[in-house]
């Protein structure tokens, strides 16, 4: 993973470098460097998460191609264990022609961000993967500025994840559109009741996630940095105990060598002011995601006896949250509203991955660089109250159309702005339900087998339920879907619960 900044010329004022430089830095630790060219300024700070070896960014080739490479390739093409990805994709830029290499980059479809500079077209193209789960963002006040992160001092709009961007040698920008995401099945079911789903579409759903996640977890280096007694932990689930994040750390489990400890982070809020380290303690365990969390733990560690679990309690003051929510709206612009604030806080909080071993009550500092979330199983599998809605009002076609909005709409909602804030403690944040190749399987399934709200009670993501019951996750498979801002009570630190502010109120940057 890194930090991007492209500036088109050499005019950017110092402070905005400097601000941008060490937000970027905190993504990136490992390393920092710029290649001053005539057609601009490349700047990336790595932190390295794949390969025996660091591979030092921007990326140069031997014809004088450019690469910041902010990403991880999973699906595209096989990268072997002590390879750096980034750098077999400089080698695959280089070798196409002018209109191969912009098709290619139109249809990257794994998760990244990137600044290419091709030496043949003299054109500097830059984006975001086709669902945008890395952050983009780019300014033209005076001159153009591409980065990871922005610097609110000036206007900064995300790079729209529908398009590939080019800048031309006479610094025309282009926009070049892509197609949408994904065309669902619409073959819909003729039969009244509820039938049980097809035993091989199952066992796809579990090969496919199960790959999604195995790819995600494997091969990640150890950095051995930390002061700690305990076994070194290289991943971590952003966990709430909720049914996605569940079946994400069972699945990691199943594939993770059993020597290999899993940090499960749980973040949880308390409002009352000045409140002892007893009081704070209390309130917290009281969040519905904390509940949640020690039952899912209890039953992982049922199906996983030999997985050393860590659940780690991230409980956050309001003296806690008050002195970072400046740097958590910061970081979260240009998106900018009450309910972006809700949702940003518990992930930064959890990515500081500041608390206490649940076991032991001992005080705990996460060691894990890759954090893995359930996010997109919603999108993907009918998990929304609006989905049953849209069922109620206009059938199966009514729901399908609901469902492929939410697919073609993920590149421009809150990907980017979770990426800015998961990453400013130097970790990378991973997707399994968002990996393309399910994605595209998913596409494929009937909808009646993916939710079935004809049922009273959990219909929604009723295929990812049903994969719950067979892994033996029976409790996982029955809990509702709980809104993230909720079970941590996020919502009551200054947003609508406290202050009776609607969600999209806007917050203004101090």
Known sequence: ?????????DSCRALECKHILSRLQRRGPDHCSTVQTEFGSFTSTVLHLRGKQLAKQPLISST????????????????????????????????????????????????????????????????RDILGRRSLVMSAEG?????????????????????????????????????????????????????DIPTDTLDLFCHF?????????????????????????????????????TMVAHL???????????????????????????????????????????????????????????????????????SEKQTIVELM????????????????????????LYSTGDDYEAQARVLLSGLGADEALGGYGRHRVAYQKGGWERMAD????????????NLGRDDRILTHHSREVRFPFLAHSLLQWLSTVPIHQ??????????????????????GLMSASKRAKRAMQFGSRSSRMDGAGASKAKGDDIIKIN
């Open 252 to 322: 990691a489990s199943k594939v993770l060598p059993i020597s290999d400890p899993i940090e499960l982070l749980n973040v949880a809020f308390c409002a009352t002011p000045n409140a002892s380290k007893e009081t704070l303690r209390e309130v917290c365990d009281r969040a519905p995601d904390r509940q949640t969390a020690l039952e899912a733990v209890e039953e992982l560690q049922g199906l996983h006896p030999g997985r050393e679990f860590r659940l780690v309690n991230v409980d956050i003051a309001a003296e806690d949250y008050n």
């Open 143 to 195: 001159e153009l500025m591409v980065s990871s992160v922005p610097d609110p001092s000036i206007s900064w709009e995300e790079c729209d994840a529908t398009y590939l961007y080019e800048l031309q040698a006479d610094k025309t920008l282009l926009k070049h559109k892509r197609s949408s995401v994904m065309k669902l099945n619409r073959n819909f079911t003729d039969i009244d009741q509820v039938i």
């Open 1 to 9: 993973m890194c930090g991007i900044l492209f500036r088109s010329t």
């Open 402 to 413: 609901e469902l492929e909005m939410d697919l073609d709409r993920l590149p421009s909602r």
């Open 450 to 471: 993916k939710a079935d709200f004809r049922q009273t009670d959990l219909g929604d993501k009723r295929l990812l339920r049903a994969l719950a019951v067979s892994e």
């Open 64 to 127: 004088g191609d450019i690469l910041c490479y902010n990403g991880q390739i999973f699906d595209s093409f096989e990268v072997l264990d002590d390879s750096n990805d980034g750098a077999m994709l400089l080698e695959r830029l280089c070798s196409l022609n002018e209109a191969d290499l912009r098709n290619y980059l139109l249809q990257i479809a794994d998760p990244c961000a990137f600044v290419y500079h091709s030496a043949t077209t003299r054109s500097t193209f830059f984006g």
């Open 209 to 245: 996630l199960t790959q999604a996640v195995s790819r995600r977890v494997n091969s990640i280096p150890t950095h051995n940095d930390t002061t700690s007694a305990l076994k070194d932990c290289k991943v971590a689930v952003l966990f709430s105990g909720g049914i996605d994040c």
């Open 333 to 356: 612009y240009p998106k900018n509203t009450v309910m972006d604030l809700s949702l940003a806080a518990p992930l930064y909080f959890a990515s500081r991955g500041s608390g206490y």
